[in-house]
C-alpha cells in the first residue's frame, strides 16, 4: 500500500505547516522514530528458502542511482539483515563501485557474466538462496537490471516481482518513471501463470533530489493517482533521497556515504530506505 512520506524524514526537510506528524503505520498514530536499530526490528519467526530480490532498473550511465543502490545494500548490511547487491559485469555503473566482494559491514557486492534478464534473474536467485542460509536476521538481494533488458524479458519475469523505481521532480522523468511502471506491471502480469505467483508485483518508488518533504510527497502522489486510475495497481512508497554533495564525494571516494557521513542528511535518508524495504523483505514470504 502507499505509504504516507511523512513517516520518514520528517526530522529533516521542511514541512509546510511546521507539526510533526506522527507515524501513520503504528497503530495508534503515536510518533515512531524513522531509524531503528536492528536489534529493534521485527524479525520473521522462520528462515525463508531465499532471501526475497528487488529489481533496480539503473541505465548504464546513472551515476548517482546506480550510488543509490550500492548503498542501500549497506545500509541493509547496517541494519542488521544481509545487504547484497547483484550486477551484470559489462554495466558501466560498475566502474562507480568497490571491487565484486564483501564490503564494508559485512554487505556484499556480485558481479555476473548475465546477458539478459533470464541469465540475471537466476544469478540473483542463486544468490538469494544462497545468503538465506547464513541471514537469521533476514536481508535482500538487489539487482541492477539495465532498463533495456526489460524490453526482452523472455524467461526472466519472475525478477520483476519486487521493482523499485527511482524518481526525481523532474517532469520528464516522471512521465518515464510511470512508463516503466506501467511496462513492469503488464510484463509480470503476463509471467504470473508461469511463476505460480497469484499477487501482482510490487511496484515501489523512491523520489530522490528534493529539498522539501512536500515536493516528494506531491511527486509520489502524482504517480501513485495515475496508476491508480488508469493501471488499477497502487504503487508503494519507500521514502525519499538527497542528491546532496555528500552523495558525489562517496561517488568518488567509492565508499559507503553511511560510514563516510553517518551524520549527513543524505546518509539518515538512505537507512530510511534501507529500513522499510528490510521491514517489508521481513514480513513477505518467499516461495
Known amino acids: 500500500m502507499p505509504r504516507d512520506l511523512r513517516d520518514v524524514l520528517d526530522y529533516l526537510l521542511p514541512v509546510s505547516g511546521g507539526a510533526k506528524p506522527g507515524n501513520a503505520n503504528s497503530a495508534a498514530g503515536t510518533p515512531a522514530p524513522p ?7 521485527s524479525r520473521g519467526p522462520e528462515r525463508p528458502a531465499a532471501l526475497p530480490i528487488v529489481a533496480l532498473p ?9 550510488a543509490f543502490a550500492w548503498n542501500l545494500a ?5 541494519l542488521g539483515g544481509s545487504g547484497t547487491l547483484v550486477a551484470p559485469l559489462q554495466a558501466e555503473t560498475s566502474l562507480l563501485w568497490p571491487e565484486p566482494g564483501r564490503g564494508p559491514v559485512g554487505s556484499e557486492l556480485v558481479a555476473t557474466p548475465a546477458t539478459g534478464l533470464g541469465d540475471l534473474y537466476r544469478a540473483a536467485l542463486d544468490v538469494a538462496v544462497a545468503r538465506a542460509a547464513d541471514a537469521p536476521a533476514g536481508g535482500i538481494v538487489l539487482v541492477r537490471v539495465p532498463p ?21 521532480l523532474e517532469p520528464r522523468d516522471l512521465i518515464e518513471t510511470y512508463g516503466m511502471a506501467k511496462n513492469l506491471i503488464k510484463t509480470y502480469g ?18 530522490h533530489g528534493v529539498r522539501k518533504l512536500d515536493e516528494a510527497e506531491q511527486a509520489f502522489d502524482l504517480l501513485a493517482g495515475v496508476a491508480a486510475r488508469h493501471l488499477k495497481h497502487r504503487l508503494v512508497s519507500y521514502g525519499l533521497l538527497l542528491d546532496d554533495l555528500h552523495v558525489y564525494r562517496a561517488i568518488v571516494s567509492r565508499r559507503p556515504i553511511g560510514i563516510e557521513h553517518p ?22 514470504s518467499v516461495a
Open 35 to 41: 531509524s531503528q536499530p536492528a536489534s529493534e526490528v
Open 148 to 168: 533495456r533488458w526489460l524490453e526482452s524479458p523472455d524467461d526472466g519475469r519472475a525478477l520483476l516481482r519486487w521493482v523499485l523505481l527511482f524518481a526525481s
Open 190 to 207: 503476463m509471467a504470473k501463470k508461469l511463476v505460480g505467483a497469484s499477487d501482482p508485483c510490487r511496484v515501489g518508488v523512491t523520489v
Open 58 to 66: 539503473i541505465g548504464e550511465r546513472d551515476v548517482v542511482r546506480a
Open 74 to 78: 549497506v545500509e541493509v548490511a547496517r
Open 263 to 284: 551524520q549527513s542528511r543524505a546518509a539518515k535518508a538512505l537507512r530510511d530506505v534501507a529500513r522499510l524495504l528490510l521491514e517489508d523483505a521481513r514480513s513477505m
